[in-house]
């Protein structure tokens, strides 16, 4: 699946995984406005199999079937 990365520029280590390019219509207004302005960092193609750094890819593809999207948040040790 494709998927497409945006980072939030006013919460550091916040990143927000989508399915459609630019496409936020599945994500909750209230979740984009907590994000604000959003960049654009990154388009992967994602599989159960392939690694990411922070995430399970597996749990991602799941959300972004599901839902349209996914929110990764900083660590736990970093908050």
Do not use: W
Request: aromatic share 14%; net charge negative.
């Amino acid at each position: 699946m494709q998927c497409y990365v945006y980072k939030s520029l006013k919460k550091h280590l916040f990143y927000l995984y989508i399915d459609k390019k630019d496409d936020f219509s599945s994500v909750p207004e209230e979740l984009l406005r907590s994000f604000g302005e959003l960049e654009f960092v990154l388009e992967l193609e994602l599989t159960p199999e392939r690694k990411l750094a922070k995430e399970n890819s597996e749990q991602v593809l799941i959300s972004l079937q599901q839902k349209g999207f996914f929110v990764q948040l900083p660590p736990t040790d970093f908050l």
